[in-house]
């Protein structure tokens, strides 16, 4: 089945930097576009970034453009996400997120946490 394990969360200073994995299996990942959304307490989900299945399609959050990175390893069915710069609003729940057919299947998370 579908599976989506998100690792590389943790507490960072403001300025710091994070890189967020996301290993995924049950599914062609070669074939998937990715995603990556984030969810602080109190807030509404939110889309931070997408990658499309080869890579060559990139969009990004107005809030995180400049500062965030997405990539993947197709050869590893993997989905990055390399943040520089983070601020305290960044403080999140990192998922990420894979449409296979109709359905939507989410990672558990990973906590990412800036703070002094």
């Known amino acids: 089945q579908v599976q989506l394990v998100e690792s590389g969360g943790g507490l960072v200073q403001p300025g710091g930097s994070l890189r967020l994995s996301c290993a995924a299996s049950?599914?062609?990942?070669?074939?998937?576009?990715m995603s990556w959304y984030r969810k602080a307490p109190g807030k509404e989900r939110e889309l931070v970034a997408s990658?499309?299945?080869?890579?060559?399609?990139?969009n990004y959050a107005e809030f995180v453009k400049g500062r965030f990175i997405i990539s993947r390893d197709n050869a590893k069915n993997t989905v990055y996400l390399q943040m520089n710069s983070l601020q305290f609003e960044d403080t999140a729940t990192y998922y990420c997120?894979?449409?296979?057919?109709?359905?939507?299947?989410w990672g558990q998370g990973t906590q990412v946490t800036v703070s002094s």
């Open positions: 997120k894979v449409r296979v057919s109709i359905y939507d299947y």
């Open positions: 990658i499309s299945s080869g890579g060559g399609v990139i």
């Open positions: 049950g599914f062609t990942f070669s074939m998937s576009a």
